[in-house]
């Protein structure tokens, strides 16, 4: 093709924002320096004019690029270029925004720039070419899902007689990085700055005419994609690829030339005033509007990911329509997300009983497109009648505006999960729903089209049995056509809510949200999104216990473990199966009671809970109270709590004091530990023995001869000490010491080694020194009653577990003794069906600001039923999560806020954080103290450690530790600002 003359460019560049939260990007500066400068070159773009913009509020960028774009000639070539903060904002359909200088960080999608907005312009653009180049993050979400215009120049004719639409030649878009990926920026400031690493590749690329395919001539903005995205591949494991959209491009299109000869050299950036001192950028700055979120942000990605699991949602009976579901008429809405100014839609006729009929139930609604129709299983055989599901779905709620309800879409578009994994396995179910990102924008139905019979065909090898068309949907599913398929049918259903601790959890989002200033206070602090209050939350350890409190049989190893979690504000203990995780995990609750603290253990898993609260109430009944929801079999926990309560309120006075119990307890411990040090010396005498037996062996091989024969020659008890001296002495000889050497040699019986003398003579000493070690060491070891120590080792550990069960024991009954007001007040109050937090507070030792001794220190309920409760900041002193690889990262978040702290323990010696469906967030480990005798590990994280990824991409389970991993969080109730971390 002919090569246009008039090509025209507008370049913004976005530095400085309003809102602090969005990071100042100086690199910007240089890509756009740099890429007017190869445009504007005569030899490479010669570009008639380059039009540069930089830091514009919302409306002037609209302003800017619209009148740009306006002007632009029916024979001329249009760039627009655009680097800075870009976002997909998830609850507006997934588009793309560009971020303005006056853009506010919690309203990017009121007061950005839509790509909605240049897609629209770009369509009214005459000209014939026209490319963007988009710099930003996530921007392959606007290249894929670009639309292009249809029109077509005046003087065409088509043969019907009618006027056809205009067509383009279309619009090629490069985006820096794909939907999901953060784009990068140089971190330097003033002079020092460099371009972007997309920008920087493009640069350089048009500069040095590298990327033209025909020696020398056109560079087409194909071969810069092509090439462009190779070199970025190859870079830092490809962790930023640019993608492409040539939707509509029928025409190649030139955007430079390669330049004759030696490439030119550009002009450095203008020097620009240095960053003060202490502001300077990170070494690897994120074009990224969200890298710093806020604890709002969290809590409500935590909240979309209790909300997308809290719901069935199984394959549905076609004869259900009206009652279960309906079926949407019209142009699809919710996936597409084609919604009105407001982000809702108007409630379809059709749709009304069921919308009052979910309101009614407290179900949930849900939008889907296409249905999917399924005869039977993928293998097996058919069903009597057949079920279906909607291939995408999206979260719906019903909104009253003025008295007229209204629906609103929220939350992201993902695979049905149901059928994604009846019909793909769970494996590659979970990669897909894990990866799935829509690439259409707002009302984009011919683009969603596409890429549903892409997923379709491609993913789940299924037929489209109606041609899908989003704008023109079908008022029923088609149950004649046989066989399995997509039917071009979108459908609003109900699915009812899993459990009844969806509100509860919500409610508890909405509690910690309005006290994100106490956060810090509570172990929740370990994730907190503000670095320096995670370092805060690292740096401090409360003192250690004056001693553990062991009423099981606990070792070294485990004992390190309990000393952590009585120090750290989060532990995460892991080891085998069968090492004692239970027994651990009751010791380390009877040292927390003896200690005056409250503890919580809590689990996902009922029968974890009830393993360790049997354990714990076999040693001291009522030590743990197992409280929660209603039991489907067996006596109600209910009951449990009921029945404990009214032992503790009713038992006698202990026997002894806890000062008495205390004291017998330490010196229990200082005996077993008299006879661990002394099992410790005879250890080192053993090693010692070892190593001496292998000195020998060694030094007799150097003389060529035996141990036996070499001890046969020596002979006598005292003379290895003074032969190690002699020896010595005449390898140090000088006067005549060769032969005094060889003399000497021969005179100990060594007439036959014929190596070095001064050798001979330094092995025959360091025997002799191993010898005499080695004879002292064997009487020391001799001299051992191997069946004695084995007693006093028994004896003394079955010591402290006597005097720790006995200490336990006082310990729970005293404060049941001087608390029994305040469990009768509980009781009272339970069985006045009336709300007890207020008494459960005061039991728990906390009443408002006032703060007692526990009446009742240890509890056992399940993470989903620990609003039993008040929400109260760090209301236990140590919150134990068992088998905390089935605990959610956001059914875990009241326990380390509202209710202070967690421990946990694991079987393998791993932590991670996972979702599905979302992409994964891993848990950074650090330095173990190290695994003892039975396997235990107890993992420590360095001050300013990364915690948990602050934000996994999408909402659904959360998951916070390995498979049978314990997680232990701390709090100080006595100084709530005190606050230290073990990250396992």
């Not at 760039?79 to 507006?92: F, I, P, W």
């Not at 806020?294 to 809290?310: G, Q």
């Not at 025959?764 to 191997?786: I, K, N, Q, T, Y």
Request: with cysteine; hydrophobic share 35%; charged share 25%.
């Amino acid at each position: 093709m002919t090569r246009f003359h008039q090509r025209r460019a507008l370049l913004i560049s976005n530095e400085h924002y309003d809102d602090s939260r969005f990071s100042s990007l100086a690199s910007v500066r240089a890509d756009v320096w740099g890429l007017t400068q190869v445009l504007k070159h005569r030899k490479i773009g010669n570009f008639v004019s380059v039009q540069t913009e930089s830091d514009l509020a919302a409306d002037d960028m609209r302003a800017v690029i619209g009148e740009f774009l306006q002007e632009c000639e029916e024979d001329e070539l249009a760039l627009v270029y655009v680097s800075g903060h870009g976002v997909r904002a998830v609850r507006d359909g997934g588009e793309f925004h560009f971020v303005a200088k006056d853009t506010d960080y919690d309203r990017v999608a009121a007061t950005g720039v839509s790509a909605g907005f240049l897609n629209d312009a770009l369509e009214e653009c005459v000209a014939p070419q026209k490319i963007v180049m988009i710099d930003c993050c996530r921007s392959g979400g606007f290249a894929v899902g670009l639309r292009t215009s249809d029109r077509q120049g005046d003087g065409s004719v088509v043969k019907s007689g009618e006027r056809p639409p205009l067509t383009s030649r279309g619009v090629y878009v490069l985006s820096s990085s794909r939907a999901g990926e953060d784009s990068y920026a140089d971190a330097g400031g003033g002079d020092d700055v460099k371009p972007s690493a997309f920008t920087g590749e493009v640069i350089e690329a048009l500069r040095t005419g590298k990327v033209s395919k025909d020696s020398g001539s056109a560079v087409t903005v194909s071969d810069l994609f092509h090439y462009v995205n190779r070199r970025m591949r190859a870079q830092d494991s490809g962790r930023q690829v640019p993608v492409q959209s040539a939707l509509g491009v029928d025409d190649r299109i030139v955007i430079a030339d390669s330049p004759f000869g030696r490439a030119p050299i550009l002009n450095p950036l203008s020097p620009r005033p240095r960053a003060a001192a202490g502001e300077a950028a990170p070494p690897h700055a994120v074009k990224s509007a969200h890298a710093q979120p806020t604890w709002t942000n969290l809590l409500d990605y935590y909240r979309e990911c209790v909300l997308a699991e809290s719901a069935e949602t199984p394959l549905m009976d076609v004869s259900r329509q009206g009652t279960s579901y309906v079926c949407l008429d019209g142009a699809e809405r919710f996936i597409s997300g084609n919604v009105d100014d407001d982000g809702c839609v108007a409630l379809p006729k059709e749709a009304g009983p069921l919308v009052d009929s979910a309101a009614e139930e407290d179900a949930e609604l849900w939008a889907g497109y296409p249905a999917v129709l399924l005869t039977g299983p993928r293998t097996g055989s058919p069903w009597q009648q057949p079920k279906f599901a909607p291939l995408l779905v999206r979260r719906v709620e019903i909104v009253q505006d003025e008295g007229e309800v209204r629906l609103k879409p929220f939350g992201p578009v993902q695979p049905h999960p149901q059928l994604a994994h009846d019909w793909l396995g769970e494996d590659e179910a979970n990669q897909l729903i894990d990866t799935f990102q829509p690439s259409w924008h707002r009302g984009q139905h011919d683009r969603m089209a596409v890429e549903v019979r892409n997923l379709l065909t491609q993913e789940f090898e299924l037929p489209c049995v109606q041609e899908l068309r989003p704008d023109q949907l079908a008022d029923h599913i088609d149950v004649r056509t046989p066989g399995h398929g997509a039917r071009n049918t979108a459908v609003l259903f109900s699915a009812r809510p899993q459990t009844n601790f969806t509100k509860g959890l919500l409610n508890d989002f909405a509690r910690i949200t309005e006290q994100t200033d106490q956060i810090g206070n509570t172990a929740l602090g370990v994730l907190a999104p503000d670095p320096s209050q995670r370092i805060r939350c690292l740096a401090h350890t409360d003192p250690e216990p004056t001693g553990l409190v062991t009423p099981l049989p606990c070792n070294e190893a485990q004992s390190l473990v309990l000393r952590s979690a009585m120090t750290r504000r989060l532990t995460v203990a892991t080891g085998p199966p069968g090492t004692g995780k239970s027994q651990l995990v009751a010791n380390l609750v009877a040292t927390a009671i003896a200690a005056g603290q409250t503890v919580l253990v809590a689990s996902t898993n009922n029968d974890a809970v009830d393993e360790v609260w049997r354990r714990c109430d076999e040693l001291v009944p009522g030590s743990v109270v197992r409280t929660g929801s209603a039991r489907k079999t067996g006596k109600s926990n209910a009951e449990h709590e009921t029945a404990a309560l009214h032992a503790l309120r009713t038992g006698p006075e202990p026997s002894t004091t806890v000062a008495t119990a205390a004291m017998e307890t330490m010196l229990a411990a200082d005996r077993l530990a008299e006879v661990r040090r002394h099992l410790a010396h005879i250890a080192e005498t053993e090693l010692k023995l070892r190593q001496a037996g292998e000195a020998r062996v060694h030094y007799a091989g150097q003389l060529g001869i035996t141990v036996t024969e070499l001890q046969e020659l020596l002979g006598g008890p005292q003379l290895p000490r003074e032969l190690e001296d002699s020896a010595r002495r005449r390898s140090r000889a000088r006067f005549l010491g060769s032969w005094r050497r060889s003399r000497f040699l021969r005179k100990v019986g060594l007439e036959g080694y014929a190596g070095d003398p001064v050798t001979g003579c330094l092995a025959l000493a360091g025997f002799a020194a191993a010898e005499a070690e080695w004879r002292d060491g064997r009487e020391r070891a001799a001299a051992v009653d191997d069946t004695a120590l084995t007693r006093d080792l028994r004896d003394a550990e079955s010591a402290v577990q006597d005097a720790s069960h006995t200490f336990l024991a006082t310990k729970v009954h005293a404060a049941a003794w001087a608390g029994r007001r305040r469990i009768m007040e509980l009781l009272t109050a339970r069985e006045g069906k009336r709300g007890d937090w207020t008494q459960l507070g005061k039991v728990l030792g906390r009443s408002g600001t006032s703060m007692t001794a526990p009446a009742v220190a240890g509890w056992a309920v399940t993470s989903l039923s620990a609003r039993r409760f008040p929400p109260d900041p760090a209301l236990f002193d140590l919150v134990v999560i068992d088998e905390a690889s089935q605990c959610a990262i956001p059914k875990s978040c009241p326990c380390c806020s509202a209710h202070g702290a967690p421990w946990s323990s694991a079987t393998p010696c791993s932590s991670r954080t996972s979702r599905k469906p979302a992409r994964t967030a891993r848990l950074s480990s650090g330095a173990g103290t190290g695994c003892g005798p039975t396997g235990w590990r107890s993992t420590t994280s360095p001050t300013g450690a990364t915690p948990p990824s602050t934000r996994p991409s999408s909402p659904r389970a959360a998951r916070c530790f390995s498979t049978s991993t314990s997680a232990v969080i701390r709090t100080s109730r006595g100084s709530p600002t005190s606050s230290s971390t073990t990250v396992g």
